[in-house]
């Protein structure tokens, strides 16, 4: 059989570098400590379960498919209209959502050089040009952003804060970005880490969607919240935008559960305050242990920091990888994002956070 008989994707598929997750597991090694994924130590508020307890779910039956009962919750708990809301399967569905809503190929989708490997995916398996815009400092440049604007550019992708730099840029820069990009782009402003931020120049995005038909603000489940497993995203936009996406998605794109989970959650306001005053108390407890065994770390606001190791033979960031591995401690590489001598570290638990830190003790001395 010639190979022009097998099947092929469409052009540009066999191009995408498939999303590399996490690890998990560490070969030999009894008691794990996840610290690759930016998941919540604290887990899943306790509504959650006992909102399942509590709630009869018939898994026969389709679930509401506009997912009303969850962006009630939502609307709720920031006082937006639900007509405004969409929730995903994750909010890696609704990026890969607006992609497939407004790229076409010859189309531009932009991103910043270390912004979230899923962007450049999701513009890609849309057939559209990925454009990756260099980082100042490991920062997004709204200049250079700006300068990298043509006029097939249709999204502009912003992680405030980034993964996995944990930088952000202030609300002033976000207002002047979106200030410069003609109206036909749209701006999209993920906020996965919003509720971490504790700086007085940030907002996540709801001012910029409700002023303007153009800004798009996605945000997660997944991370302060404590539910990754059960893949909860929404998104804020202009009606026009969210009736666009409601053409596209799947019917029915966000399961029983996770309407359940996400509705009880979002309303556990003290949970997610410990969770946040959790990552307060060890963000820079951490970045200072850090920076005392002489590694470099870049500030972050989030619930996770960027280790920068030497090139120095064993003391690499995939020495250190596999050495903390070997001890339970998994962290993240981050090769793919250009940073391959660097590591991921979530903020975990104090057992986690102590362990990991004693073992880079050991693998720096
Ligand atoms: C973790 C993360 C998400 C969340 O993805 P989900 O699909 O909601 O789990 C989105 N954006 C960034 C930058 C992230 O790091």
Redesign the pocket.
């Known amino acids: 059989m010639s190979s022009s008989e097998h099947p092929s994707p469409k052009p540009g598929v066999m191009d995408i570098a498939a999303y590399v997750p996490g690890r998990e597991s560490a070969p030999g090694v009894a008691k794990v400590y996840k610290l690759s ?2 998941e919540s130590p604290l887990g899943p508020s306790p509504m959650v379960t006992e909102a399942f307890a509590k709630r009869n779910v018939d898994l026969a039956a389709y679930p509401d498919g506009s997912a009303h009962e969850l962006r009630q919750a939502i609307s709720r708990a920031y006082g937006l209209n639900p007509g405004n809301i969409l929730c ?6 609704l ?1 890969g959502l607006l992609c497939q809503t407004y790229l076409a190929p010859g189309d531009e989708g932009l991103f910043t050089q270390h ?2 490997l ?1 962007y450049k995916i999701q513009i890609m398996a849309a057939g559209a040009r990925p454009v990756s815009v260099p980082d100042t400092d490991l920062t997004a440049s709204v200049d250079a952003i700006l300068d990298a604007v043509t006029r097939k550019t249709k999204i502009v992708f912003l ?1 405030n804060p ?2 996995p730099t944990g930088t952000y840029i202030p609300v002033s820069e976000v207002r002047r970005l979106h200030a410069g990009l003609p109206a036909h782009v749209i701006l999209v402003l ?1 906020a ?2 919003a509720e971490y931020v504790r700086r007085n120049d940030y907002e996540a995005g709801i001012e910029l969607v409700s002023a303007n038909p153009n800004v798009v603000m ?1 945000r ?4 302060i919240h404590g539910l ?1 497993g059960l ?3 929404w998104m804020y936009a202009n009606e026009a935008i969210i009736d666009a996406c409601n053409r596209v998605r799947g019917p029915f794109n966000v399961n029983a559960l996770a309407i359940i989970a996400g509705a009880a959650a979002i309303g556990d306001r003290a949970h997610v305050e410990r969770a946040v005053e959790h990552n307060d108390a060890w963000l820079g407890r951490v970045c200072d242990a850090l920076e005392g065994l002489g590694l470099k770390v870049t500030p972050s606001v989030g619930n996770f920091v960027l280790i920068h190791f030497p090139k120095t033979a064993g003391k690499t960031a995939a020495e250190a990888d596999a050495f903390l591995s070997s001890r339970g401690y998994i962290l993240r590489r981050v090769t793919g994002y250009g940073l391959p001598d660097s590591l991921r570290m979530t903020i975990g638990s104090a057992e986690a956070n102590l362990g990991a830190l004693d073992a880079l003790k050991e693998f720096m001395a």
Not at 88 to 93: A, I, Q, R, T
Not at 220 to 223: I, R, Y
């Open positions: 994924s930016n995903g399967n994750g909010s890696d569905e990026l912004g979230f899923v992680a980034n993964n993920d996965a880490y996605t997660t489940f997944s991370k990754a893949r909860i995203g």
